[in-house]
């Protein structure tokens, strides 16, 4: 069975309706000096029909946000998807901040860990009362 069943249950548990935040975004070609008036250390970069391409390290731009300057890892969730989508979105985020996107792979906002973890608490504590 593993230690990690109650985490595997969680991809069974569609994802309650939780607060999204908005995510500022640079496009690719954008400026370091755009990517810095963010003013955080790690931004999101989507293409020119919001999809979420990958987040770049403010720090890492030298003239342009390209392609190389991407860092693709981490999950993108879908706002349909479950509570294991999300709080996998946002522990493999290089900004902690886990992308969700919409059925048609556009950005709808970021969540962190912190935000997922009283849903799956509701969850159980909802489990444990129903027995």
Known sequence: VGRDRGYRALSFAAAPELSLTDEPTV???A?????RAVGAPWVLCVDDAGEPLGWVRAAAVESEVTRTVLHRGGTVA???GSLRALLDAALSSPSGRGVVADDDGRLVGTIRAADVIPAI???RHEGATAR
Not at 31 to 35: C, H, K, S, W
């Open 121 to 123: 608490e509701a969850r």
């Open 78 to 80: 879908s706002t349909s």
């Open 27 to 29: 496009r690719l070609g």
């Open 31 to 35: 400026t370091a000096g755009d990517v």
